[in-house]
């Protein structure tokens, strides 16, 4: 019964370049959240998916910050021309129809140089 | 809008002693609450949750958190602290009161327990 996968769990990159997250929910699961955890602060959502639409985007940044979540495959949180602010730990959550609880994954910690 | 404050950044209890963490929140409808623990460098975990039902609710590893309406409260106990429980603590309540929207959360407890 494996939980929230994400990958890769750690990732660096270099000012400029693209960053991509992957979340695969719970197994059976359709709702996706994305939530960034920055240093000293606490966590903030981002972008709320249900397979093929976005529902909520009211946290995410208005530039360079896009999601996704397909109807065949994990959902993608993409990062264009990253900056060293955007270095942070990035959480995905899934629930399943009743959407009374959300699942952690074990996030990616995203290090920008 | 709703928001979650909790009080107090860092809390440190010895091995056996109560632990209490404070959370209050804002909300205009009745809330969704949840507590979550977090290890270094790991995901959230899920202690407990209070979605309408019983005031008192009871989670995971001996915890349990009792909603009050009056005090807009959801305070953590767990009657004896154990070294394992040291961790950071987050509240949080649903964005609009309703199941399966936004998760706002407090800035976080760290609790300590020294032997």
């Known amino acids: 019964n494996a939980g929230v996968m994400q990958n890769p769990r750690h990732l660096v990159r270099r000012r400029g370049q693209e960053a991509r997250l992957r979340c695969s929910p719970v197994k059976g699961h359709s709702h996706v959240y994305w939530y960034r955890q920055l240093p000293e602060e606490g966590l903030k959502f981002m972008v709320y998916l249900q397979k093929e639409n976005i529902i909520d985007e009211s946290g995410m940044p208005k530039e360079r910050f896009s999601a996704e979540f397909p109807k065949e495959g994990p959902s993608i949180l993409r990062i264009q021309q990253v900056v060293r602010g955007d270095s942070a730990a990035y959480f995905c959550?899934?629930?399943?129809?009743?959407?009374?609880?959300?699942?952690f994954g074990p996030g990616t910690r995203l290090t920008v140089l | 809008a709703q928001s979650v404050t909790q009080l107090g950044s860092h809390v440190s209890v010895s091995e056996g002693a109560l632990v209490l963490l404070r959370c209050n929140y804002s909300s205009s409808v009745p809330p969704y609450l949840f507590w979550y623990v977090q290890y270094p460098n790991q995901g959230l975990q899920l202690l407990l949750k209070y979605t309408s039902a019983a005031t008192l609710v009871k989670g995971i590893n001996g915890f349990e958190a009792e909603f009050k309406k009056s005090e807009t409260s959801f305070h953590l106990t767990k009657p004896s602290a154990h070294m394992s429980d040291a961790a950071e603590y987050f509240c949080?309540?649903?964005?609009?009161?309703?199941?399966?929207?936004?998760?706002?959360f407090g800035k976080g407890t760290t609790l300590s327990v020294s032997s």
């Open positions: 959550a899934s629930s399943g129809q009743a959407r009374d609880e959300q699942f």
């Open positions: 949080a309540v649903t964005e609009s009161g309703q199941a399966g929207t936004a998760l706002i």
